[in-house]
């Protein structure tokens, strides 16, 4: 793996505040190279945008910089300076980082304290007096689309994207000279990107300040940066046809793209495999989310649900997978009773509706490798033995764009982007009837959501049914058809966002009826 770094057209000279020599990260375990030499130098005022394929080392570049890699890894060499003077990794960098650094890693939800209240995480370290505290939380949440009365709400009642703009409140709340954001705009519409976006430039050129940011988003490192790092990870062959994932315990299906028959006369609408009506959403501490509503999913279909953080998407997702029981309503799959919670639902049922969520930390056991996690659906609801397991889980791991070789590994030793892919073999172990996707595509560089999308479309020519959660257009062009939650309720788009996708995606599914409050 190589790195290179690139001043943007246009940016200054500047004497660095970062900079990072021969900067190396290894496994202990077996020695092997996580992260080769890489040079990083940011000067004042500026900022570094890192990019660069899912699991090409971004993530760890940013905790090797900050001295704060997981168990399992190790910074093998390499030198970091602050201003100049040497930052030795330990308790020093430890004092360092808490004096000059505001920190937003990936996987944010899982870093707030799901207990705390909203104004304590933000405000936690600030030393000014009560009022002086408040005003600056209020003045940051104003800043990201946060509404007023998120302060009195838990983190662990939060949404994806309210965490993450949450967290982001608290790395900006002491006014850090050094801020690194990993990834910050991933789960999230595009009005609070926006606003994230300009936080980042507001700093831009303010003395005795810089910015390091982790983005596969090149619009948003085009826009923000004056500085380009990118990481590149040895090729490898991609995943084809043979990939799909097919044998004991995952049924097969044909590789060729579902597409209605154009001019042909319509048929009679599927029957649903999963059904839900009169379906209410609420937060927990009781406002509504979703009105009165009913839903029908056929086999083969693809439903997105697009719509700005908070709305409720991720809490319907969790209802229809048994997580989070609905207010009122109730859910049919095949015709017939699906209970509201997973303890009430026995192995056919549970195996019918998989759910690949969000926080791709708290999803996965960090005790459990990767091929133990994807195996299990095999042995628990298809009774797959191990050498057959063990096959299996190399198949899957290639259709979502995986080496064989990350079967060995803990969570804390993969990229997000790779951690999400491990969400989403493991549901299709499972072989399930419908499969439900938060943000199956965040924190992925382009090829390998396109590599995942490209799967999807071939996976459901013979069901499953899908319903997408998604904030990424490129993933709801794919869908038969888009409904945005809005004003508590499911209603088809005013206007698409990219229209010369939408042509031959999003097509009008006889069996897919939109929710109506």
Known sequence: MTAFARDEPGSAAASPLLTAQGLTVRRIQDGATVLPPVDVRVGDGQVLAVT?????????????????????LNRAAGTVRWRGALVPPGRAAARWRRARCGWLGQDAAAALNPLWRV???????????????????????????????????????????QAQRVALARALCLDPELLVLDEPTSALDGASAGLVAEAVRSRRGVPGRCVVLVTHDAALAADLADLTLTLTARPRPAPGPAATPSGPGVRERPPATWRPAAGAAPGPAPAPVLSAHGLT????????????????????????????????K????????????????????HGHPLPATTRHRRGPLLRAVQLSGQDTVTELNPAHTVGRAVARPLKVFHGTANGAARERVAELL???????????????????????RILLARALAA??????????????????????????DRLRGGGPAVLTVTHDPATAARADQVLSLTGRRLIPPTAPEHPEHCHDHRTEHPGVRPLHG
């Open 431 to 456: 072989a399930p009837d419908v499969l439900l996707l938060d943000e199956p595509t965040a924190g992925l560089d382009p090829d390998s959501a396109r590599n995942v999308l490209d799967l999807l």
């Open 119 to 161: 104004d304590r995480l933000i405000g936690e370290e600030f030393t000014g007096d009560a009022a002086a505290r408040a005003d600056r939380v209020a003045t940051l949440m104003r800043n990201l689309g946060l509404p007023p009365h998120l302060t009195s709400r838990r983190a662990g009642e939060l949404s994806g994207g």
């Open 398 to 420: 290639a259709a979502v764009g995986l080496p064989e070789g990350l079967a060995g590994r803990r969570p804390a030793e993969l990229s997000g982007g790779q951690r999400r």
């Open 52 to 72: 660069g394929a899912s699991g090409a080392g971004k993530s760890v570049l940013l905790r090797a910089l900050l001295d704060a890699l997981p168990d399992g």
């Open 314 to 333: 991720t809490t319907l997702l969790h209802a229809l997978a048994g997580r989070r029981p609905p207010a009122a309503g109730h859910l049919l799959l």
């Open 281 to 312: 959403l609420l937060t927990p501490d009781g406002t509504p989310l979703l009105d009165p509503s009913d839903l029908e999913l056929p086999a083969g279909g693809w439903l997105a649900v697009t719509g700005v953080s908070g709305t409720g």
